[in-house]
């Protein structure tokens, strides 16, 4: 028998060398038992800080018990073709966790998006989701979440706010959905601009102050109370990740293909760093300098013709035996035309937390800018609102020199922090106290970032008080509110301004009050000539410089002439357009059913439709034209099972980053992470997240977004490998100290 060598040592020296090994073997056996083996009973449902093996993001679920948050990684891929654009949106939701999972995400888009496409790839299959009525596509999608089967469930919650639930995500495994939509390019004062909005700000929601009791009929004594002016609070108020203690995640990538239809001269990103190729004078290809970048702020390109911008554009699509139609026409400046009136300007500023930080700075460079450019005709006041309100004087004062240093030392004064109750600002800024005045012009500048979930209830103050006041809303930050400012813009028949940027402060403001002066277009009206073909919007708005007409049409065999006309002062204005020159183009159907939509519901808020029709009239021209609508949802269903029945599903919401700029202790007040909001701040029924066993912040990788998705490969077993380590070097001390060979029979 060939005798074992061991370093020099007597029996008993061997014996307890031998005693050491066997611990030690045995001790290492049981560490990687406890690595290997399978999750303990209930580890489908969540995790524990003590089975972390990495830095992780920790979703405390209600039942006490935590869950690794889902990751989500974003590509936007744009096609711009002449007036509209086409989105292909792709979301990768991988779950880190060892269990099932449903991931819901709330998420952007404009608020003049025609959402039509949802798709689900699963491996070499496609699975293409169909629009059906709300409620029907959300009990399909909770029969397929029960079944096992992978489905996805696009929701709108605003015009510019959806939210995508994705059911049976498989342990360590990812689900690819993508969604479609097409919007129109906006166009004013020479420019094209596309806009990408990319997180959800949180969003103050007021809670009820009273209550309205209806009793069922039957007489049983029952009844419901509720006028919640957000009914929908806790699904549009999903987690939100403090920038203090959480590395940027959502990782977003975009690329567009620009095809303008004219030559082009400048292409620009105001908040991105961006790559600009040219394929041709009329073609630009963009995207991101960075590769991929957090999902924590807007994103804006804007565009420029060279030379004279197009004046009139014309295009036509025929789907289903109808043709429809999109005209766009600027109107000439003439000058003038008629003398500017005298105004009374009311500036609203929200000083809010929402604001804090550069939102506050740009919003008081604003206002403070707007005082400058009031005339001693003019007359003038201020308020300013977060949970409470101030109004500077008792009623409108002269602009001299007096009242507005005092105006200037309030504002500069201003720091932010509380709620968001905007109805009361709104009202006191409403109030005409000359309303039989002619001679002068009632204006009303609103600056918010628009952060707010009662929108509907700023929309029937405004349409029920506007009186001869017109409301004109400037939009702040990173990541406005754009559905709150278009929407309140087009009641309060006035325009909207955005500001990014303090760079952008200047040049936006006084475009804003060069068209402030008075509408440039009054009166307008279109038709086409020998034709019922109703056209969109009705009534159509008044313009201001450099602001287009835009008209959409339905109808079949829509030819002739489309007439416009109005006046420019005091002086007739008409544009005839043979609607025989109109060019092809993409995507104008859905165009105007989401216009035929926005129409329906406008003619709610203004009372003329009853809250019964004017869902029933959405949901036909959702359905007829397969969109997404307040009535209407897209459901995508994987009929093959994937989830055994056995095991358990956990729902978690993809936590999102906090615009860029935003104060998190100002929004949610500084009892963080026991609680994310305070009652006064920020009401909002969210789970409470923590990070725990973090080694680091985890962050977005710059690599590009194929990496930033698949996080799953990203962590490794280091302990289990600094153990391994550690145990082969003490051996080898161990064998090192024994040096002297002994034979051992």
Known sequence: MTPILLAGSTRNQRKTFIDIIVAVALAFAFLLAGFFAPAKAGAANGVGPNDMTSGSLLLKRRDGGFIEAPRLGSDYNVSVSGPTARTVLTQRFSNPSDGWVEGVYVFPLPEEAAVDTLKIVAGNRVIVGVVKERQEAKAIYEAAKRDGQTASLLEQERPNLFTNSVANIAPHASVVVQIEYQEAVKQRDGMYSLRLPLVVAPRYNPMPIEQTVEFNPDGSGYGAASNDPVPDRERISPPVLDPAVYGPVNPVSISINLNAGFALDAVTSAYHKVNVTSSSDQSRTITLADSAVPADKDFELTWTAKGTAPQVGLFHETVGGKDYLLASITPPSVAGASAVLPRETVFVIDNSGSMDGPSMDQAKAALLLGLDKLTAKDTFNVIRFDDTMDVLFPTAVSADKEHLDVARRFVSALSANGGTEMIPPLKAALQDDHAGDASRLRQIVFITDGAIGNEQEMFALLSKNRGRSRVFMVGIGSAPNSYLMTRAAELGRGTFTFIGDAAQVQDRMEGLFTKIGQPVVTGLVAEIAGSTVKLTPNPLPDLYRGEPVLVMAEGEHVTGTLIVSGKIGDAPWTARLPLSGAAEGKGISKLWAHRKVADIEVEQTLGT???????????????????????????????????????????ADVPLNLPAGWNFEKVFGKDVPDKLQTPKQRDASLEVYTQLASLEKPVAQASGLQQSVNLPQTATNAELLALIGLVMLAMAAMLRVFSRPVALA
Request: proline letters at 9%.
């Open 609 to 651: 439709l009853t809250p019964d029709d004017a869902n029933k009239q959405v949901l036909a021209v959702a359905l007829a034209h397969q969109i997404v609508s307040s009535q209407t949802s897209l459901i995508a269903v994987d009929k093959t099972p994937n989830r055994p029945l056995d095991q358990p599903l956990t729902r």
